[in-house]
């Protein structure tokens, strides 16, 4: 295939920028409804892999390895030609993207890219709020890098605290803030905690009443996405086994080893992780389409960009409305699937000549974990918490991963879950730290380690 100058006179060519939910199940929905056209298909990501992010926080917790959650994206949609890269320039007008592609982009010349069709699936990036030190001093678990290095700096926590000397010391240095009480964030919180309880007593110096997790959430429950009973149930469940749930109340500052209230009290901590929601990736702003006041792509309801019929917009950076409640759809996994089951449609449908699909979906349901063999279920209205929400929880995501040996794996690993020790090895790879701190440990001459691609 080239993609490399205009058409001309060449099967038309659909563009995908983006590897996440969106982007790969648009191109794996494509390949089946286009596979006796002569149209060409191609994928821009950073990575050559697939990452399923529901079960990312329990990379956090070593419940399962982290190559369990990775697909490669060629043997997902092997009908598409892959570039791995980063997307630098999104120029609608010539119909064109420009990368950066390889493991060291600054040796490699831009690339450009013309396209026919265009899928804009980049994802979002992590929202701050405005929250001063949010960006340069808390780790974020949106990427998979920084999941695996928060498992790392977790690691080195107990390493450290284990030989810590003095009482108030080792007590900050075992102390997590998680800032925001959504799904991911009361899920790694609660991954967090399972890492610290299940391998205290390999730890002779640490006992269990020397850790502390706090969750800030800036409303009046937890995941106020759910229905309000399992908000309230999730908060007593954290409560009852020692996590400290602060409701209403937001963090105002966040330092290197604290943050501060909006009540002026200070929590001495060694690790802040963020988790306040994503926002619209920045290239969007480039785009001159119009957006709504977050910076999503307002599109149709075929999900195609206004006055570009050839460009579609899903997942994160899409503002996209349920016709039954004239309110946006959510921005979770199942949301974007199907997004991408009706962007691949209406491209098949536009190339073959045939009628464009709207947009309609009813949300299936929400699962959260919660750890230690609980989480909280909303489905279709009916609620569950505990165990069996648990259980739904596991055997919902475990249906879900493409592929049946990414299935097995994880299934594989959790069942060794159940019947051995934590694994406690700490890879010295990865982001260290968040980038403010990446910067001091620099300038004091302290040799850091390579960060790894996610």
Do not use: C
Not at 114 to 121: I, P, Q, S
């Amino acid at each position: 295939m080239e993609w490399l100058r205009p058409a001309e006179q060449q099967p038309p060519r659909i563009l995908i920028l983006g590897g996440g939910f969106a982007g790969v199940y648009t191109g794996y929905e494509l390949q089946r409804r286009l596979r006796r056209s002569q149209a060409e298909l191609a994928i821009v990501n950073r990575e050559n892999f697939f990452v399923f992010y529901p079960l990312l926080p329990e990379i956090i917790s070593g419940s399962i390895a982290v190559e369990a959650i990775l697909t490669p994206i060629r043997l997902v949609v092997p009908a598409a030609m892959l570039y791995v890269g980063e997307v630098t320039e999104i120029d609608l007008a010539e119909r064109r993207v420009t990368i950066r592609h390889g493991l060291y982009q600054h040796q490699q010349a831009p690339r450009s890219l013309y396209y026919d069709h265009l899928v804009l699936a980049l994802g979002g990036v992590p929202a701050t709020f405005g929250i001063p030190g949010l960006a340069e001093y808390a780790f974020d678990v949106q990427r998979l890098s920084n999941a695996f290095a928060l498992r790392n700096h977790l690691i080195d926590v107990l390493e450290q605290a284990d030989i810590e000397t003095n009482p108030l010391e080792k007590r900050r240095l075992l102390t997590v803030v998680v800032v925001g009480g959504g799904s991911t964030g009361i899920e790694v919180a609660s991954e967090a905690w399972s890492l610290f309880t299940d391998a205290a007593r390999y730890y002779r110096n640490i006992e269990p009443e020397d850790f502390r997790v706090v969750i800030v959430q800036a409303t009046s429950r937890l995941i106020p996405e759910f229905p309000e009973k399992l908000g309230e149930y999730a908060a007593r469940l954290l409560r009852r086994r020692g996590v400290e749930v602060l409701l209403d109340r937001k963090v105002v500052r966040v330092e290197p080893e604290h943050v501060e209230l909006d009540d002026g009290s200070i929590i001495p901590a060694h690790t802040i992780i963020g988790s306040v929601g994503v926002q619209p990736n920045p290239l969007m702003q480039s785009l001159g389409v119009e957006m709504d006041r977050r910076g999503r792509v307002i599109v149709d309801e075929f999900l195609r960009v206004p006055g570009h019929d050839n460009v579609w917009a899903l997942g994160d950076n899409a503002l996209a409305l349920d016709p039954e409640t004239g309110e946006p759809y959510p921005q979770t996994a199942q949301h974007a699937v199907q997004e991408a089951k009706v962007v691949a449609y209406n491209i098949a449908a536009t190339l073959l000549g045939r009628p464009l699909k709207r947009m309609e979906y009813r949300t299936r349901g929400m699962l959260v974990s919660l750890g230690h063999r609980s989480a909280a279920a909303d489905i279709r209205g009916w609620t569950f918490s505990g165990f069996f929400a648990w259980w739904l929880w596991r055997t919902y995501y475990l249906l879900q991963l493409p592929r049946w040996e990414r299935r097995l794996r994880v299934a594989f690993d959790w069942t060794l879950d159940l019947f051995f020790p934590p694994e406690l090895v700490q890879l010295k790879v990865g982001q260290p730290a968040p980038a403010a701190r990446r910067l001091v440990h620099t300038a004091l001459g302290r040799r850091e380690p390579e960060p790894v691609r996610e």
